[in-house]
């Protein structure tokens, strides 16, 4: 008995060290380029002193303070801060005039850093071009590899206060960006209509000269990967 069946194949990931600061539009005043930032909820530091609400722990029930509210029935709690991390936005550019390994290389480093976002605890957000789908709104990480892999070239999305973006090396590009992942064209593909080494270290250093982060991706990757 013959069963046809859909076969997703997933892109190749690697381990990730960290990711790079927050851009600062992500953060909040005066955190900076801390990679995380206080809420309130149920964590360590104080916040601040409201009405109980059910489901609150009585563990961080204001005994003191609702001593005054207790004819007519209210309670108080201390609100403690808990720890969030800043959304993770990352945008990728599959240009079609890159080599095919090259738009997979990039593929590759983006569903890597998602999961890592991921597994931090972070809402991410992602784009790949107008002529692919958005992020699917749950995000987990199956449906987030699934994503990446349906991707196909497209043209570029709008990197503007994105966290990271990835493109290949197929021309120089200005980009708001907080962190820059140039995948070498000439690494995969050799000679073509695309930068030369050259040039990749001369967009590189013109990147870091403007206080971003750039790294430049070819075949080989050090694992664990840091951007």
Known sequence: ???????VIYPRT????????????DAEPGDGNESSTL???????????REYRPGDPARLVAWK???RGLPSGRLAVIELARETHPPFVL???LDATAPPEAIEMVVSAGASLLLYALAEGREVDASAGPDNPPLPG???PDTVLTWCAGLRPSRPP???GASVEIHPSTRKKDTQARAIVLVSCHDFGGQGSWMSPEQEREF?????AQGRRATRLGPEVAEPWRI
């Not at 590189?204 to 870091?208: G, L, P, R, W």
């Open 1 to 7: 008995m013959r069963v046809a069946s859909e076969t």
């Open 14 to 25: 690697f381990d990730v060290a960290g990711l790079p600061p927050a851009a600062d539009a």
């Open 39 to 49: 809420h309130r909820g149920h964590g360590g530091e104080f916040w601040g002193v």
């Open 65 to 67: 303070r609702s001593a």
């Open 91 to 93: 945008t990728m550019n």
């Open 138 to 140: 749950e995000k987990m």
């Open 158 to 160: 709008d990197a503007s």
């Open 204 to 208: 590189m250093e013109n990147v870091e």
